[in-house]
C-alpha cells in the first residue's frame, strides 16, 4: 500500500519540481515559503524588471482585512533605490463565511494571480522616490479615491505583462464565492478593476492600443506631483 500511495504521488512532486526548477532563475534576492514557492516564481516570470529587486514572501496572520499586502521595508527607504526590500505580507488562512482555509489551497491560476497583482504594487514603489513611497502610504490611508486608483495601477502593471487571464481568476474567484463575505465582495467591486475591464484591456493592448500606456503615463504624472509635494 505505502508503495502504491509513493507511486502515484510521484509524477505529481517530480512535475512540481521541475515546474521550480525551470524558474530559478526567478529566486535571485527572494525569501519565498516553500509551499508557495512555484506560485511566487510564475508570478515572478512576468516581471523580468524585478529579477534582481529584494522581495520577502512572509506569511503572517497580522493582515486582518486582506489576503495579500505589498509593502516597503521602512529601513531599506533609507538607502539607495537599489537596495531597497519589499515585503509581501500573506495570510495564512482565507477566512470564509462557515470555515477557514489554508490559503495554499487556493485553485494555482488564482493564488498567481493574486501574488501577480502584489507584485503590481512594488512595480509602482520602484518608480517612486523615498518620499513618493511615504507620501503614497499617506494618501492610502486616507483617500478611498487614491486606493481605487493605486489597485487599478497595481492590475494595470500585471496585465501589461500577461497576468491577464490570472488576474481574472482571482476576480471571479472572489465575486463568485458564495462563502466569501458580502461586503468584502462589495469592495473588490468598487475598488478594483473587473473581470470585463481586465480583459477589455487585454484585447486593447493585444490589438496595439494605447489605453494601458496612457494609464501609466496619467499615474507617472500623479507620482511626480506627488513627489514634487513632498521635497
Not at 25 to 36: A, G, L, S, Y
Not at 224 to 230: F, G, H, L, V
Amino acid at each position: 500500500m505505502t508503495f502504491l500511495l509513493v507511486a502515484l504521488l510521484t509524477p505529481h512532486l517530480t512535475s512540481q519540481e521541475n515546474a521550480i526548477q525551470a524558474l530559478s532563475e526567478f529566486k535571485k534576492n527572494k525569501q519565498i515559503p516553500h509551499v508557495i514557492e512555484r506560485h511566487v516564481l510564475t508570478a515572478l516570470s512576468h516581471y523580468p524588471e524585478l529579477k534582481d529587486t529584494r522581495i520577502r514572501f512572509v506569511f503572517t496572520r497580522r493582515l486582518q482585512r486582506s489576503v495579500m499586502a505589498a509593502r516597503p521595508v521602512a529601513g531599506s527607504l533609507l538607502r539607495r533605490k537599489q537596495k531597497r526590500t519589499y515585503s509581501i505580507l500573506i495570510n495564512p488562512v482565507f477566512k470564509l463565511k462557515h470555515r477557514v482555509d489554508p490559503v495554499r489551497q487556493i485553485p494555482d491560476s488564482v493564488l498567481i494571480g493574486w501574488i501577480g497583482h502584489e507584485l503590481g504594487h512594488i512595480m509602482d514603489y520602484e518608480r517612486r522616490s523615498t518620499w513618493g513611497v511615504a507620501a503614497f502610504g499617506v494618501s492610502y490611508g486616507l483617500s478611498k479615491k487614491y486606493i481605487r486608483k493605486a489597485e487599478r495601477v497595481a492590475d494595470t502593471f500585471a496585465i501589461n505583462r500577461g497576468m491577464g487571464p490570472y488576474l481574472v481568476a482571482t476576480k471571479n474567484f472572489i465575486l463568485d464565492h458564495a462563502e466569501l463575505p458580502e461586503r468584502y465582495k462589495s469592495k473588490i467591486a468598487e475598488l478594483y478593476l473587473s473581470p470585463d475591464d481586465i480583459m477589455e484591456l487585454v484585447a486593447e493592448l493585444e490589438d496595439g492600443g494605447d489605453q494601458g500606456v496612457e494609464m501609466l503615463e496619467e499615474e507617472g504624472r500623479v507620482v511626480n506631483e506627488i513627489d514634487a509635494e513632498s521635497t
